[in-house]
């Protein structure tokens, strides 16, 4: 006889359950409510419509379907009595009844039930009254940090305290604001407890009860287990640090005192029992209750499972667990890595496309969903934690890679993903397992992975020259196919230095590669030359395929933002040499410069100016002293930026190395250059004095650039003296040109206007200080008045490029702009432009103009998305839609756009065409407000340019786009400081 099964939930849980419970023989059917996209692929199992909000509908939907057992994965429906009313009408239920259920359900009840049953807990108070709770935090002789909304509450009903503070704020958040509703009508406030946390599941008819092996969750959002607490980023499974001795005290005095309590009170608990277990030093205690099972544990428990899961929850419903006690595999590890949604645990896009699965699975990945849908041909995202990957091996370091490997292959826009999970464990594992060649610290395999990972970032990098692929002896490069005639070789070679260390310990590895490969382009672009190949070597102790991709990703990066062929590299796993989690890099970079065009030129003179280019921040040198001055302000890199507050330390310390390829290597081969000093370890004062004559020193105005808030933090904190910043720190600068007062224009336009003349040349008495530098203390010192920001929305259609000069203009203010991107709105989806605004962090949305049968209802959509947004000013960047009169005044002097002429000459679509008919020497680009009549309104700035006797439409279009990209930021700025706006009379 075969039986038909109705599993509740629609989680990685209940995938897992239903993956599971498909091996059996004895199941025909699984119907799953609601189910997600991956429940309806497993076999046997069907999704199904039931209101499974209505305990009625469920149960006359079991009844007319013949329903042999229903399992019922989340707590909400348990505790609002759905196991009772099925048991009633005669439905077996693997879950236990509402008033077991209260266990979860009031961590008031769970809190008094542990004290009066003898169970090991932390001390704690129940209140009511919001004061009493604060009094009791007050003066409590123990941390009592721990605030609990009593109810249900999502996950998101606790709250751990760094100090008394924040957990008298916790109370009046839960109890005053309101911000749980009901749930935190009680709380708990209890005694913070320090030790490894576990999960220990237990299967229980009521009186027998069979204890699953141990898990352990990963709560936190971040590696390091740092950000915010989520549902679960991932979890393995089984969890070595609890020893056997530890788990005899747990099934004693945690697991038979529980089951026997809740008899006692008549509360027989039949399902999975949950317990949150804290190891501490005097010995394990319960952090809390679960009345089903857990998620993610679940997804790493049950592949462990060798029995057949349908029989041991029939017998429990039955009382009799002893004939179906779950039998499970040996020397078999399970890890689990949660793959969320940008946004997540916070508000999230919905409806991105999943690739990568069918190749995940190739890995041997097991796949359980979460929160996806199908839509049309595809699946997509539906929830914050989208999908499991989970690998079983017998080492648990090469499980953990197995998965990670998976989450890597699996796509979907704005991925995230922990990459450390089972981090405390690895290391600590038995030493008695069979030593295999992998355990003894080299894993070919491992290496293998990683460079069929690899693959496809480093042929993104390819350029003209590049000869071949990555995997061979060496890497080729065909000079002839570059385009030179007579060139020199230059080469460079860096590291990244200390910055390292900070990488290591926040978990951030993304941009380390961008800084490696900015610090040797950059120095070979101070030669004259322009990178054409780049090489990396990573050394590691033990390779992590998941740590290493990412570093390299950020190699190709900033091959890409170099525009230099990543074409080879070595990676050495050293066991012995690195610790484990540590790694060194080191980069080489070759390029080629014309004879004619090397650098520093001789002909550097009196009076000639010194053009800076501001540096992203501390780029890659100074950092023992840095790691120094956080280590002395008592920080870690995972708090606020005292200097910066939207961001965390670590972010702002790691942000990568400016690289200046695109924005010099044109001024450099047209000859406006005289020389280049990249302001490396040795600052300001030992960089520009490599690159001048004899005779001259450089003489620089900090009034004349901006020095980020960091160095001034540095300063103040380490109490860095001006000689020590400027010799160490670039203080803004991160590249400086030397350069003739008539070519200082070009050479800023070539830029995109990020360059500033900071300083002039001037000659010098022998013995005289090569860099003088006036005005260093009171730039560092000054404070602008807080700034008010205008909020920003931006219509774009296409790559973006008028957009992306907005956001490095803001980004390059570092905080002093007073405008702010809130929104980019496409109506055409994939484009560059989109993509550009979401690496910048900027919301996007996309709204087709297609189906609107009156263009003014298509705009009125706009203004509801754009006045949701809080936007006040709206940029036309290159938006191929004319807009509606209508729309224009409920704007009035608010909307903005660029033409590609100075108008009012040349209106309308075809300006560069106008103007090569026109036969004029000059053009250029008009910002102006913007109103019903075509390129009409009041004209707010404009930039020129020559038209050469040869120029083409295009060649005119690319370089009227450089001046747009420097005038449209400008104009931006004036408006959002109001130095400029529309009047009535327009």
Sequence with gaps: MYDKVLVIGNGGREHAIVW????????????????????????????????????????????????????????????????????????????????????????????DFMAKHGIPTAQYQNFENAESAKTYIRNADFPALVVKASGLAAGKGVIVAADKTEAIAAIDTIMKDKVLGSAGDTVVVEELLD????????????????????????????????????????????????????????????????????????????????????????????????????????????????????????????????????????????????????????????????????????????????????????????????????????????????????????????????????????????????????????????????????????????????????????????????????????????????????????????????????????????????????????????????????????????????????IGGETAEMPGMYAIGDYDLAGFSVGAV??????????IKDGDVIIGFPSSGIHSNGYSLVRKVVERAGLRYGDRAPFEESKRLGEVLLTPTKIYIKMLLNAVKKGYIKALAHITGGGLTENIPRVLPPGYGAFLDCNNWVIQPVFKWIANEGNIGDEEMLRTFNCGLGMVAIASPSDAQAIIDESEGQGRIVGQILAIEEGSPKVNVRNFQESLNTRADKIVKRKFGVLISGSGTNLQAL????????????????????????VEGLRRAQRAGIPTKVISHKGYK??????MKLHEALTAAGVEFIILAGFMRIITAEF??????????????????????????????????ITGCTVHFVVPEIDSGAIIAQGATTVELDDTEETLQERVKKVEHRVFPEAMEMVAQGKVFLQPDG
């Design 807 to 830: 956001i490095d203009h803001i980004e390059n203010m570092k905080g002093r702009s007073a405008a702010e991107i809130v929104l980019v709105i496409s109506n055409v989806d994939g």
């Design 854 to 859: 009156v263009r003014a209802e298509y705009d």
């Design 195 to 566: 030790g490894d946390e576990i999960s220990v599941l237990v299967f229980s008819d009521g009186v027998n009860y069979s204890i699953m092996p141990p898990a352990q969750d990963h709560k936190r959002l971040k590696d390091g287990d740092q950000g915010p607490n989520t549902g679960g980023m991932g979890a393995y499974c089984p969890c070595p640090l609890v020893s056997d001795q530890v788990m005899e005290q747990i099934k004693v005095e945690v697991v038979q005192r529980t089951l026997d309590g809740m008899r006692k009170d008549g509360r027989k608990f039949v399902g999975v029992l949950f317990a949150g277990i804290m190891l501490t030093k005097s010995g394990p205690k319960v952090l809390e209750f679960n009345c089903r099972f857990g998620d993610p544990e679940t997804e790493s428990v049950l592949p462990l499972l060798e029995s057949d899961l349908y029989e041991t929850m029939l017998a429990c419903t039955e009382g009799n667990l002893p004939r179906a006690v779950p039998v499970w595999k040996k020397n078999l590890y399970a890890v689990g890595v949660v793959l969320a949604s940008g946004g997540y645990p916070q508000s999230y896009p919905k409806g991105k496309i999943i690739t990568g699965l069918e190749k995940a699975r190739e890995h041997g990945v097991q796949i359980f969903h979460a929160g996806t849908a199908k839509s049309e041909n595809h699946i997509v995202t539906s929830g914050g934690r989208v999908m499991v990957c989970l690998a079983t091996h017998s080492d648990l370091r090469t499980a953990k890679q197995l998965a990670q490997l998976g989450a890597e292959i699996v796509h979907f826009e704005g991925k995230f993903f922990r990459h450390d999970i089972a981090f405390r464990a690895i290391g600590r594992v038995s030493k008695k397992d069979p030593l295999t060649y992998s355990m003894s610290g080299v894993d070919i395999a491992a290496g293998d992975r990683l460079v069929k990972s690899i693959t496809a970032l480093t042929d993104s990098t390819k350029r003209p020259g590049t000869m071949g692929s990555i995997g061979g002896f060496g890497g080729l490069f065909d000079l002839k196919a570059a385009g030179y005639t007579d060139p020199i070789l230059v080469s460079g070679t860096d590291g990244v230095g200390t910055k390292l260390k900070v990488a290591q310990s926040f978990h951030f590895h993304d941009t380390i590669g961008i800084d490696l490969v900015a610090m040797c382009v950059n120095d070979i672009l101070a030669q004259g030359a322009e990178p054409l190949f780049f090489l990396d070597y990573f050394a590691c102790g033990k390779l992590d395929p998941g740590v290493a991709k990412q570093v390299i990703a950020g190699i190709a990066e900033g091959c890409r933002q170099a525009k230099c062929s990543l």
């Design 888 to 921: 224009i005044n409920k704007w009035p002097g608010r909307i903005i756009n660029i033409h590609p002429s100075l108008l009012p000459s040349f209106k309308g679509h075809d300006a560069h065409r106008q103007v090569l008919a026109a036969g004029v020497k």
């Design 594 to 603: 014309e004879r004619d065009r090397v650098l520093p030129r001789s002909d």
């Design 20 to 111: 599971k419970l498909a091996q059996s023989p004895r199941i025909q059917t699984i119907y799953v409510a609601p189910g997600n996209a991956g429940t309806s692929t497993e076999s046997k199992a069907v999704n199904v419509d039931i209101d499974v909000k209505s305990n009625k509908a469920v149960v006359d939907w079991c009844k007319a379907n013949g329903i042999a057992l229903v399992a019922i994965g989340p707590e909400e429906y348990l505790c609002r009595g759905l196991a009772d009313d099925l048991e009633a009408a005669g439905v077996k239920c693997f879950g236990p009844s509402a008033k077991a259920a209260e266990i979860e359900a009031s961590k008031a009840f769970s809190k």
